[in-house]
């Protein structure tokens, strides 16, 4: 019969219900993102119509490329564009003032000035990145409009920089208004849960490691080299929590201390596990035993999900655990190092705990402060490649103009320098971006094409003008933000961020379709000659820029052991923290070990250089760093073996003694390090 009950039709009807239910809700944050890029290009659109700007369009477009998912990245990104576009207008004001009548050397200096744009982005990370970038290109931006045909500097730059920053600066404000307004930001929330989680995950872990030790020691060191590579992670997460809040960005050498601390606390977890692996059977229980039960009951778990994470509560726990393994009676240069490294990885997890308590405001927290840490470059190589193309690319179409005398050359210039510029930090996804930022704005130049000359001439008004804005950056903006493929993402992101001077609307509307498409087509022309100057000089690749820092640290530790003056263990670690830090994705897990075994071993051998001084056995510590530094390390181990025959024979009660035994156990992991990537130790060495 037609009308039998079914009773499994409003079982269907609700999993259906549910499924919608469902799909909406993941779409609603991409859905506001849409509005909110619609929103802030309007709203920018109508300060700048209002305030009669002569190019309102560079106010419409700050407020798209300054728009983001995050709200911590939108903020934290207009700052820097504030800070970038005034530097950029700066600096073209004094070229035109340095060089009011010489065309070459204006021209051979603002691609010259391009090109240290290109090399600071490299240097800096993040939103200083963005903004470097943006100082060169801002800079071409105000000379395309200020020079004629062929070049040469005009009188009127300064007051026109001022007007292009005044625009630039009413976008980035009025993104910034609808974005604090409509989003509550979640980027601090998302750090603290993954610093939670990540230095949960590791205590828990090590915890477990000791308790299996009694009956097989587990082989961590899987575990260990993938949370090198999550940690590296956190820094962008950081600087998009540090847009949202002014009083994170005061405090943010301590979100900074907090990721080097879990760096600290793998390195220390590496000593203890490559050193239980060394001990035979009775001796490595005796030790894990021991450690163990130094260790706070609330630390030894490994975390379930859906469970608890590290609590702030465990601070005091975790401070008490570090005293009691530092003044931890040892009779063993083996239990001394266990100790001792243990402590170290819990130091670690103290500075994770420091940070935590600033990013959920616990007032009454006892704060360690913020270690200072020294700038460091990984490797200047590729910031030099990168200021080279930039100049040598700038420079060529500067050429060609001057030679053609092509009238809108000037906007292909503008285009070379930013693709080339915002491209350059991104090693070898460069290339392939270019290539989307190529396919992107030529999308770009139909849909404005189509929305100026079929739309825009039959619409009177601004409430229809801004209709007309969100028939595209209402779909571009939500693809924006739900694409998962990162070419997708930029080529949508290329039209998004050049619909608008495509569109260039003014006050008073020109439709003439000659001038749109011959803009259209120097700007095609720049946004293609970026891809080529990449595949001419291309990028240090992945593996190169690994192979580099592994050689670069291995080389300066070296250096260290011979060096006539000791750098400060802080020194020594921000160094090789900048490096983990660079490492791209694509290294290898032994890689990343090998980089945190030579941060293990410099910071030993300072301490054990500074150690020597004091009981007077230099001599065979002399001979053995010496060794390390020639790259032998087989005899390297064998004069450490014989420098802790000294330490052990060494006669002292109290401190001297607790200090020869706590010198012991460095040698030990001095050995253990050398032992295990002797090879990477000695790669490199001078013949």
């Not at 770009?444 to 001439?457: D, R, T």
């Not at 410099?602 to 001599?619: D, N, P």
Request: charge should be neutral; aromatic fraction near 8%; hydrophobic fraction near 50%.
């Amino acid at each position: 019969m037609a009308d039998t009950f079914d009773p499994t039709e409003p079982i269907a009807e609700a999993s259906a219900v549910g499924r919608w239910t469902s799909a909406i809700a993941k779409a609603t944050p991409s859905l506001l993102f849409a509005l909110r890029l619609w929103t802030a290009v309007c709203l920018a659109l109508f300060v700048a119509f209002w305030l009669e700007l002569d190019n309102p369009f560079w106010a419409g477009t700050s407020a798209a490329i300054v728009c983001q998912p995050q709200l911590g990245a939108s903020l934290r990104k207009g700052w820097f564009r504030m800070i970038g576009t005034a530097v950029g207008a700066t600096m073209i004001v004094v070229l035109t003032a340095c060089f009011p009548q010489d065309r070459i050397a204006f021209l051979v200096l603002l691609a010259l000035w391009c090109g240290i744009c290109a090399f600071a982005a490299t240097v800096f990370r993040n939103f200083a990145s963005y903004s470097a970038a943006l100082a060169g290109y801002t800079a071409a931006i105000i000379a395309a409009d200020n020079l004629g045909a062929t070049g040469g500097a005009s009188s009127d730059v300064f007051l026109l920089a001022v007007t292009r920053a005044s625009e630039i600066c009413i976008g980035i404000a009025c993104a910034g208004i609808v974005l604090a307004g409509t989003d509550l930001g979640g980027a601090q929330r998302r750090l603290a849960e993954s610093l939670a989680n990540l230095a949960a995950e590791i205590m828990g872990r090590f915890g477990r490691m000791l308790a299996l030790a009694e009956a097989q020691l587990p082989d961590t060191q899987a575990e260990r080299r993938e949370f090198v590579r999550s940690v590296i992670a956190l820094d962008p997460v950081i600087d998009q929590a540090l847009g949202e809040s002014s009083h994170l960005r005061y405090n943010s050498p301590k979100l900074q201390t907090a990721m080097y601390g879990l760096f600290g606390a793998l390195d220390g977890w590496r000593g203890v596990a490559t050193h239980l692996s060394r001990l035979p059977e009775a001796a490595r229980r005796q030790g894990a035993d021991i450690i163990l039960r130094s260790l706070p009951s609330e630390l030894r778990s490994v975390p379930e999900a859906g469970s608890p994470v590290l609590r702030i509560a465990d601070y005091r726990a975790c401070e008490e655990a570090v005293r009691t393994l530092i003044v931890l009676p040892a009779d063993t240069p083996s239990l001394r190092l266990l100790a001792d490294e243990t402590a170290k990885l819990l130091a670690g997890i103290l500075h994770v705990l420091d940070g935590l308590a600033l990013l959920v405001d616990a007032p009454d927290h006892p704060s360690l402060g913020a270690r200072s840490f020294r700038l460091s470059e990984p490797d200047w190589l590729p910031a030099l490649i990168n200021a080279a193309r930039a100049f040598l690319a700038i420079g060529a179409v500067e050429l060609f103009w001057v030679a053609t005398a092509w009238p809108n050359g000037a906007s292909t210039i503008v285009f070379v320098a930013v693709v080339a510029l915002l491209l350059s930090p991104k090693g070898d996804l460069a290339y392939g971006g270019s290539l989307a930022f190529a396919l992107g704005t030529t999308g770009a130049v139909v849909c404005a094409a189509a929305v100026k000359f079929a739309m825009l001439p039959a619409l009177q008004t601004f409430p229809a003008f801004c209709a007309a804005l969100g028939l595209f950056f209402l779909p571009a903006g939500f693809a924006v933000a739900v694409s998962r493929q990162p070419i997708v993402t930029a080529v949508l992101t290329a039209m998004a961020f050049n619909f608008i001077p495509l569109l260039a609307p003014t006050n008073e509307m020109s439709y003439d379709t000659m001038q749109y498409y011959n803009s259209a087509l120097a700007i095609v022309v720049g946004c293609g000659v970026a891809p080529l100057a990449f595949w001419l000089l291309p990028p240090l690749s992945p593996a190169l820029r690994v192979r580099r820092l592994l050689a670069l640290s291995s080389r300066d530790l070296r250096r260290l052991a011979i060096a006539p003056e000791l750098p400060t263990p802080e020194h020594w670690e921000s160094r090789i923290y900048s490096r983990l830090s660079a490492l791209p994705d694509q290294a290898t897990p032994l890689q990343r070990a090998q980089l945190l075994a030579a941060l293990s071993v410099g910071t030993e051998i300072i301490g054990l250089r500074q150690m020597a001084t004091h009981v007077g056995t230099t001599a065979e510590l002399d001979a053995a760093l010496n060794d390390i530094a020639l790259g032998h390390s087989t005899k390297a181990i064998a004069k450490l073996r014989q420098f802790d025959d000294r330490l052990a024979s060494t006669r002292g009660t109290g401190t001297e003694a607790t200090r020869a035994l706590r010198g012991r156990g460095r040698v030990l992991i001095i050995s253990e390090a050398l032992a295990e990537h002797g090879h990477y130790f000695d790669t490199g060495a001078p013949a």
